[in-house]
C-alpha cells in the first residue's frame, strides 16, 4: 500500500495514477478535500499546446521557466514539467475537466506572466477550484480511501526507509497507525509563517517540512519565497488574503498615502503591470519609507473603471471585498500590503522522480523543489501537480512493487506515541498560538520582501526564545475536538521551516528574484546554486547542471507589452 499525506490536486493525482495501476492507496488529509489550498488558484495552467500560437513547444516553455527562475531552478525538473504538461491537460480533459474554449473548440489559452505565447489554459477564474472538482471525482470513480481530519505528526522510518506514518483524528483524537510501502508527502509549502500570507488558518504551516526532515531528509531553497503585492490588511483573521491580479491586468492604479502613482519610481514604462516581485518590493518600499496609509498598506484603485468591467471581469474581487470588509470596489480603493505566497524551495529531491533522501519517501507540489527557483512563472504550480503526481506515482508503485519485505521498528512507533502522550500531558503557562503569532511576526519583521544581514540574525536570535519558550507549552483539548494538540505540530513546523528560512536567507547574500538582500543589491554568481539546509549540516551549496543548448538559446527577453507580468 502507498499512503498519500495532503488531498490537494497534487496528492489526488498521485492517488489516482497508483489506482489506476492496481495499486493499493490511502490519502488522509487534515482538512476536506472538497477545501484543500488548490481551489484558491485561479489564474491557470500552463502547457505548450500550441492552440493558439502554433509556434509555441514544450523547449520554449521550459527556456521562459529557467529563465524567470533566475537561474536556479533545476533544467531537469523544468525539462520534464515542460514535456509533461501536454499529457497532464489530456489527463483532466479524460477525467472530464471543463476548460474554456475558443468557438471552433479549442482549449482556449491566454498570456500569463512572462511567457513568450499564450499557453495558459484556465476554467474562468476558478481554474484551481475546477481541477480539484475534477480530481475528486476521478478519485470516487476509482474508489480511493480518503481519510479527512487526520492529522499526520510523523512519518514511521527504520534504517533510511520510510514504512508508514502515525496520527490522530481532529475530531476525536483516535491514533492512526498507518503501515505502508512508500509515502508520498503532497502536504503544501510553509507560507503561513509570516503574518500576512495568502494561505489560510492552518494550512501551509511547514507540515510537509518538519515530516520529511525529522525523517532524515533535507530542505532545498527555503529561504525563496513568492510574496504577492496585494494581499488585504483587514479583518485580522483574513489578513493577506489576496487581490487578483487581474485587478491590475485590468486597469487597477496603484496609489501611496499621498496620492502618488507609485509605480512610475520603480517600473516606468510597465507601471502597474510590472512583474510580482517588482511590484511587491516597491508597495514594500513606499510603506517602509513612510508613503504607506496609516494601517501600513499602499491603494489600489479600480472604481475608475466601468461597473459592469468590474462586475464581468473581477467578480470575485468584487464579492471578496463586499464579504470581508462591506466594502464596494466600484467605489472606493482596496488598502493592500505585501503577503507571502508561494513556497519555491522545499523538500530536496531528484529530478526525475521527486524520491527523496528516505528511500520510499517523495515530495511533490509544493512540499517539493527544483522547478521555480528563484521567481515561480505564473500558471506553472498547477501543471507541476499533474506532471509529477503522475510521474511519482509510477516511481512509488515501483519501488513497493520492488520490496520483498519491510521490516519496521516498534522503537519509531514508539516515539510517534509518545509524542503525542507527552504533547497532551503537557500543562505549561505558554500559549500554542500566542507562540506561532511570535514566529509570523519575527519572519515578517526580518524575513519579509527585503532582508539583510542584521535584521536575519535578530530573526535567529528571537527564535531562539520562541524555540526556548515552546519547551512550556499548554495543551487543552475540549469538547469541541484536538485543534489545540493540531497547532501545537503546527508550531512545531512553523519554527523548523522558520529556521530554516532564516539560516539559508542568511547565507544567500545576493538580490536574487523574490530574494531581496539590501546590504547585497547584486547577483552573486557564484550564488548561482540552491542551498541545501538540515538540522544537522546547516546550510550546504548544491550546484546546479548547465541548461541545454537547445533550451538555452531560447531564453531571450520575453516582451512584456500589454501584458500583465507574473
Not at 504533547?423 to 515578517?444: K, P
Request: aromatic residues 6%; contains cysteine.
Amino acid at each position: 500500500m502507498v499512503l498519500v499525506i495532503g488531498t490537494g490536486g497534487a496528492g489526488l493525482r498521485a492517488a489516482i495514477e497508483l489506482a489506476e495501476a492496481g495499486i493499493d492507496v490511502l490519502a488522509v488529509g487534515k482538512r476536506s478535500k472538497e477545501d484543500a489550498h488548490t481551489v484558491l488558484a485561479a489564474g491557470g495552467i500552463n502547457a505548450a499546446l500550441a492552440t493558439m500560437d502554433p509556434e509555441d513547444s514544450w523547449q520554449q516553455h521550459a527556456a521562459d521557466t529557467l529563465k524567470e527562475s533566475y537561474l536556479l531552478a533545476d533544467p531537469r525538473t523544468v525539462e520534464t514539467v515542460a514535456q509533461g504538461a501536454a499529457r497532464g491537460i489530456e489527463d483532466l480533459e479524460r477525467y472530464g475537466m471543463a476548460f474554456a474554449r475558443e468557438e471552433d473548440g479549442r482549449i482556449s489559452q491566454r498570456f500569463f506572466g512572462a511567457h513568450k505565447f499564450r499557453r495558459t489554459a484556465f476554467a474562468g477564474d476558478y481554474t484551481g477550484l475546477e481541477i480539484q472538482r475534477t480530481l475528486i471525482r476521478r478519485a470516487e470513480q476509482l474508489d480511493i480511501p480518503v481519510l479527512e481530519g487526520v492529522y499526520i505528526t510523523r512519518l514511521l522510518v527504520h534504517e533510511g526507509a520510510v514504512f508508514g506514518a502515525y496520527g490522530f483524528d481532529l475530531t476525536s483524537g483516535r491514533r492512526y497507525l498507518i503501515h505502508a510501502d512508500a509515502v508520498i508527502l503532497a502536504a503544501g509549502g510553509h507560507t503561513r509563517i509570516w503574518r500576512r500570507t495568502s494561505s489560510r488558518r492552518d494550512e501551509n504551516t511547514g507540515d510537509s517540512f518538519r515530516l520529511a526532515v525529522e525523517a532524515g531528509a533535507r530542505l532545498r531553497d527555503a529561504e525563496l519565497v513568492q510574496f504577492h503585492p496585494s494581499g488585504i490588511i483587514e479583518p485580522e483573521n483574513a489578513a493577506g488574503t489576496l487581490v487578483s491580479e487581474a485587478a491590475r491586468g485590468e486597469g487597477g492604479i496603484l496609489r501611496n498615502a499621498l496620492g502618488e502613482r507609485f509605480m512610475a519610481r520603480y517600473d516606468p514604462e510597465r507601471m502597474e503591470l510590472s512583474t510580482r516581485d517588482r511590484v511587491a518590493l516597491a508597495a514594500y518600499t513606499e510603506i517602509r519609507e513612510g508613503r504607506g496609509t496609516p494601517k501600513g498598506g499602499v491603494w489600489l484603485d479600480v472604481s475608475h473603471l466601468p461597473r459592469k468591467t468590474i462586475m464581468t471581469r473581477l467578480p470575485r474581487v468584487y464579492q471578496t471585498l463586499l464579504d470581508l470588509q462591506m466594502l464596494d470596489i466600484t467605489r472606493d480603493p482596496i488598502e493592500i500590503a505585501p503577503t507571502a505566497h508561494y513556497s519555491m524551495g522545499g523538500v530536496w529531491v531528484r529530478p526525475e522522480d521527486h524520491s527523496t533522501d528516505v528511500r520510499g519517501l517523495y515530495a511533490i507540489g509544493e512540499a517539493s523543489s527544483g522547478l521555480h527557483g528563484a521567481n515561480r512563472l505564473g500558471g506553472n504550480s498547477l501543471i507541476e501537480l499533474l506532471v509529477f503526481g503522475r510521474l511519482t506515482g509510477q516511481a512509488a508503485a515501483a519501488y513497493a512493487q520492488s520490496l520483498k519485505a519491510q521490516p519496521r521498528s516498534a522503537s519509531a512507533i514508539a516515539q510517534a506515541r509518545a509524542e503525542i502522550d507527552e504533547l497532551l500531558a503537557a500543562d505549561g503557562a505558554e500559549n500554542v498560538r500566542a507562540l506561532q503569532r511570535a514566529i509570523r511576526d519575527t519572519m515578517t519583521e526580518h524575513a519579509g520582501v527585503v532582508r539583510d544581514e542584521d535584521g536575519l540574525r535578530a530573526g535567529l536570535a528571537e527564535l531562539a526564545v520562541i524555540e526556548k519558550r515552546m519547551e512550556a507549552v499548554g495543551i487543552h483539548p475540549d469538547i469541541a475536538g484536538y485543534q489545540d494538540l493540531a497547532h501545537a505540530f503546527d508550531l512545531k513546523s512553523a519554527a523548523l521551516a522558520a529556521r530554516a528560512t532564516l539560516e539559508s536567507a542568511l547565507e544567500r547574500r545576493e538580490t536574487r528574484g523574490c530574494h531581496n538582500r539590501s546590504d547585497h543589491p547584486g547577483l552573486d554568481s557564484a550564488l548561482q546554486v540552491n542551498l541545501v539546509w538540515s538540522p544537522t549540516t546547516g546550510v550546504t551549496r548544491e550546484s546546479i547542471p548547465a541548461v541545454p543548448d537547445e533550451i538555452a538559446s531560447l531564453m531571450a527577453e520575453v516582451s512584456t507589452a500589454g501584458k500583465l507580468v507574473e
